[in-house]
């Protein structure tokens, strides 16, 4: 299972985006406290759309509480700062996964990124360009999580006009 873990996500519209995104790749997400938001928050829900009723969630008081609740699996963690470029991380499908991501306004901390320096990447981009929207990075891990493991039982095809719509 590909499980994202936002490290207190400040922005809701950010949010809802990766929550509309866990939804439609069937991920995990799990939000580590304090949020920036309140999980009814208006703009919370017009980016998650309807999807935020069926999404499979968990909020965390604090990082020590998700790490003692997911012990298992892998942790790949995404930063600026990550010494690693992002396409040399390779996932094991035999495992849960967990993909990272920091806080909008400064990422991850350096105190909880510098014991796992192996594990941190960093998607790279020209150098004059600070960072990515959070929402945008989250969509890439997780494409790149499912281009290696196998896209699994997600649809490959149309299903609301119908496989053959193209041809009509």
């Not at 010494?83 to 400064?106: N, Q």
Request: net charge negative; with cysteine; proline share 4%.
């Amino acid at each position: 299972m590909i499980n994202v873990v936002l490290y207190e996500p400040e922005i809701p519209q950010n949010t809802g985006n990766i929550m509309r995104s866990c939804r439609a790749f069937d991920c995990r997400l799990h939000l580590i406290e304090p949020l920036g938001f309140h999980l009814d928050e208006r703009h919370l829900k017009r980016a998650g759309m309807d999807y935020i009723d069926e999404l499979d969630y968990t909020v965390y008081p604090d990082i020590n509480a998700f790490y003692k609740a997911n012990q298992n699996g892998q942790f790949v963690y995404f930063s600026r700062y990550g010494m690693k470029s992002f396409d040399e991380c390779v996932f094991d499908k035999d495992k849960d996964i967990y993909l990272l991501f920091g806080k909008e306004s400064t990422g991850i901390p350096k105190a909880i990124l510098k014991d796992h320096l192996d594990e941190t990447y960093r998607l790279p981009m020209v150098k004059e360009a600070r960072s990515l929207n959070l929402s945008n990075c989250v969509a890439i891990g997780i494409y790149e999580c499912l281009r290696q493991v196998g896209f699994g039982k997600l649809c490959d095809h149309e299903t609301i006009k119908g496989a053959n719509w193209l041809l009509k």
